[in-house]
């Protein structure tokens, strides 16, 4: 079974930009197509950007299009999100896992934005 674990997030200012990573331990992480989501406080989780087994971005929420880059590297069973050009309405949990949620839900990583 895959463990997913979240690193990256922080206290950045409007603007700013960060880079998260998600690390799968176990094997069979590469076989999936892999997504990264987010929970702000009091909505629900939502799709921010998907990855295919091999490449980058093939699907990126509207609300951060130009602004958000999802990719992967394999060998080290990690995917990225780049983010830049951060806004308020950023701020929430980011998790990672696949495009079905196959593998349990990791801690997520706390990324706040501020004015």
């Known amino acids: 079974q895959v463990q997913l674990v979240e690193s990256g997030g922080g206290l950045v200012q409007y603007g700013g930009s960060l880079r998260l990573s998600c690390v799968g331990s176990g094997s069979g992480f590469s076989d999936y197509a892999m997504a990264w989501y987010r929970r702000a406080p009091g909505k629900q989780r939502e799709l921010v950007a998907t990855s295919p087994v091999r490449g980058h971005t093939t699907f990126i929420q509207d609300s951060v299009k130009g602004r958000f880059t999802m990719s992967r590297d394999n060998a080290k069973n990690t995917v990225y999100l780049q983010m830049n050009g951060l806004k308020l309405e950023d701020t929430a949990v980011y998790y990672c896992?696949?495009?079905?949620?196959?593998?349990?839900w990791g801690q997520g990583t706390q990324v706040t934005v501020s004015s």
């Open positions: 896992n696949t495009i079905t949620g196959r593998f349990p």
